[in-house]
């Protein structure tokens, strides 16, 4: 919840979390208790303070995801995590990125001295050299207390929300939770607190932002608060507009065009990646991907934020642009700048040539629409991300979505990481009219040509592979052999009839292979999400004196739903208002209803046309006799 910052009542009390609750409390009766992970946060039944069990998983991921961050930072100061349910057995500490320079491992702190005994960090204490944490809309606080009982080796947590309302009802929640030694309500605008932490020694080791919409008004103010290394945690729910249903309101707020495909939801990803690395640039800094996820109906992203000039020159090379056609959805990435030549030890970069494709499309002569930028380098640290993935299995009773984090991750460590995008195996096999191939014949058949391929945790069909479109198209022909389509009701100039109209070069082969079937397939993990509720999805926005969530959500399906359709009336007024209109069926000398018919047989006098306009004339009627006391006519099912 974010909004106009507003005066704090106490400030320092307030940043400490012992400042009272406000005088304006809600009874017991209009307040509702949740437990979540080791939190039990209670907030109003009112929708004034947002709250969404859905994404539980999502605060259950960031969890693991700090957890591991937390473990790899304190170890480089000799200092171990104790994880609840976690067996004491020593891990091996491996560095994130090749972006970890000696610069920063020396203001990390030296490895201890023989003969020191280790020191530990356990969940619910202060550690002086943990980690500072800030979550800049915490509504209810629940992320944040999570934070506190679950995540070892933390400092602090500063969670701000701009609301009052918000703030109150933290202060309680933190109180009612026993972290208040750890949980630092603050009221503020969350900007125009990040920008007063812009200073090296006040800056976060994490940052977490779950804003309702659109992250982009935080983003500048995130890349300079959060710390050397640090780590920040951004979600986006805003997917219409980075699906490419809207492409300049993508452009306004990421920096990037975004593309109509079936490849929408790993665009999306790398449109998030490629607006953070922009506002890092502009700073001398640059951004490491650790993980990114698309879930649900929201995309998360966790990166680790570094300075240095000469990194951020390559960024460039790290964008690239899209074309993809409008016609078969083939499409091809352009990268904006590319390494030139080395002078003096340093790599030089320049423009990139291009385009990469034709005026029309190769496959099917359709012209091209061109979109990004976007990250084109690997989205997820597969060593980091295997870490995380080891944690929660070897400690499975530790978050409730257990089983879904190890089923994601599994998918993501199974990904080609050099491969940006993926085809969609029904959009292949709609293009050229045909049957659908089983995922493991297609599968199959790329790996005996020689390609690589691999599954997406973004689509439950997608194929990532190494394969140039043109063998892809090669092996879709060979399938349609198999499978023939009636050419004869191709149109010519559809995509179908140009593709199927060349033959294939490549001999597809679609014996089942073994290592066709992915680990994560073979083991029967949840690698998708199941609906886990009836109307899930994005909540309404809380509002100050809100209704019920219930209430509010019943309120928005009446509004939305059925729009085109009149709403029902009392069934005696809605056959009077019926029988003002003539029946079509009966100047036509077709109607069997006779005096049965809901509409008129009378012709219209001309008072009774004029009173009608000619938008709210009903369409014909069905021909089945309406039973007794049931209505019938527009806007009736």
């Known amino acids: 919840m974010e909004g106009q910052p507003q005066e704090l009542r106490n400030p320092a009390a307030m940043e400490n979390g012992t400042e009272p609750c406000g005088e304006e409390r809600p009874s017991e009766a209009q307040e509702t208790t949740v437990t979540e992970g080791a939190a039990k946060i209670a907030f109003p039944s009112a929708n004034e303070v947002f709250y969404n069990p859905v994404q539980e998983f999502n605060r259950d991921l960031t969890c693991a995801v700090i957890t591991e961050f937390a473990r790899v930072q304190l170890a480089a100061k000799g200092i171990q995590i104790k994880v609840p349910g976690e067996k004491d057995v020593p891990k091996v500490v491996v560095n994130l990125s090749e972006q970890e320079e000696e610069k920063a491992e020396l203001k990390e702190g030296a490895n201890l001295a023989p003969g020191d005994q280790p020191r530990t960090a ?5 550690c002086e050299e943990g980690l500072r944490v800030l979550e800049g809309l915490a509504a209810s606080g629940l992320r944040s207390i999570r934070f506190a009982r679950e995540v070892p080796g933390l400092q602090s947590v500063v969670a701000n929300d701009a609301s009052a309302r918000a703030v109150d009802l933290m202060c309680r929640n933190v109180q009612l939770n026993g972290v208040a030694h750890l949980v630092h309500p603050r009221q503020a605008d969350a900007r125009m607190l990040m920008y007063q932490h812009q200073k090296a020694s006040e800056r976060f080791d994490v940052i977490d932002l779950d804003p309702y919409g659109s992250p982009a008004p935080f983003l500048d103010a995130a890349v300079q608060a959060v710390s050397e290394g640090g780590l920040l945690c951004v979600t986006c729910t805003d997917m219409a507009v980075l699906a490419g249903n809207s492409g300049e309101t993508c452009y306004s707020k990421y920096g990037a065009m975004a593309l109509k495909s079936r490849a929408c939801h790993e665009m999306a990803l790398r449109i998030v990646l490629h607006s953070l690395d922009l506002r890092a640039n502009c700073y001398q800094r640059f951004v490491v991907p650790l993980l990114s996820v698309s879930a649900d109906f929201y995309v998360r992203v966790f990166v680790r ?39 003096g030890g340093r790599v030089k970069f320049s423009a990139a040539c291009g385009p990469p494709v034709a005026p029309e499309c190769g496959h099917c002569g359709q012209r091209h629409q061109l979109g990004g930028p976007l990250w084109a380098e690997p989205i997820h640290d597969l060593d980091f991300v295997g870490r995380v993935l080891e944690a929660v299995s070897t400690n499975p009773g530790r978050f409730h979505t257990s089983e879904r984090i190890r089923g994601v991750l599994s998918v993501v460590t199974e990904e080609l990481p050099d491969v940006p995008l993926y085809y969609a195996l029904d959009q292949l096999s709609s293009t050229v009219r045909c049957s659908t191939p089983s995922l493991l014949q297609l599968r199959s058949a790329l790996l005996h040509a020689g390609f690589r391929v691999s599954l997406s945790h973004a689509c439950k069909n997608a194929v990532k592979t190494d394969a140039p479109s043109s063998a892809l198209w090669d092996i879709m022909r060979c399938w349609e052999k198999v499978c023939p389509v009636k050419r004869e009701r191709l149109s010519e100039s559809s995509p179908a009839f140009r593709i199927l109209s060349v033959e294939p070069r490549l001999q597809a082969n679609f014996t089942i292979r073994d290592d066709a079937n992915p680990s994560s397939r073979q083991r029967g993990l949840k690698r998708f999400q199941a609906n886990p509720e009836a109307n899930w999805g994005p909540r309404p926005r809380a509002r100050p004196g809100g209704k019920a969530a219930g209430e509010a959500m019943g309120e928005r399906r009446r509004l939305h739903q059925n729009k085109r359709k009149e709403p029902a009336e009392d069934p005696v007024q809605r056959a009077a208002w019926l029988k003002t209109f003539p029946c079509k069926r009966f100047k036509e000398g077709t109607c069997q209803h006779g005096d049965q018919c809901c509409y008129s047989h009378s012709s219209p006098t001309p008072e009774d046309t004029a009173e009608v306009a000619p938008g709210d004339r009903p369409e014909t009627p069905s021909q089945n006799p309406p039973g007794p006391g049931v209505a019938t006519g527009p806007g009736v099912d």
């Open 122 to 126: 356990a969940v619910g204490e202060i």
């Open 305 to 343: 934020v570094f300075t240095g000039q000469a990194k951020v020159k390559a960024s460039a090379s790290k964008q690239a642009l899209v074309f993809q056609c409008v016609g078969c959805g083939t499409f091809h990435l352009q990268r904006l700048g590319k390494a030139s030549g080395a002078s």
